[in-house]
């Protein structure tokens, strides 16, 4: 089901919105679709535990491709839960 979409208007600082930009880049999606997913995470619904971007080992996987970091097939799970790796 979609849902109704409500229009806001935000100030953002010069550095906040280069890296919005940024990231929308990055992602390939809207820079209004990386403040929602922001929002969704920074914000959950009540019925779910928030959980700290910083602490969703996925959402650390966002942006390893363009890091420069080439090993990430190899290394996926290292970059995921730490650790020695093989």
Do not use: C
């Not at 930009?21 to 779910?48: F, G, H, M, Q, T």
């Not at 959980?51 to 491709?65: H, K, M, N, W």
């Amino acid at each position: 089901m979609v849902q109704a979409m409500v229009r806001k208007q935000i100030y953002l600082t010069q550095v906040q919105n280069a890296r919005l930009r940024k990231a929308a880049r990055r992602l390939r999606r809207s820079e209004a679709e990386v403040l929602r997913e922001a929002i969704e995470l920074y914000l959950p619904d009540s019925n779910r535990r928030r959980q700290s971007v910083l602490e969703d080992s996925l959402f650390r996987l966002v942006g390893v491709g363009a890091s420069g970091e080439g090993d990430l097939s190899e290394h996926g799970d290292d970059i995921l839960y730490g650790g020695g790796g093989a």
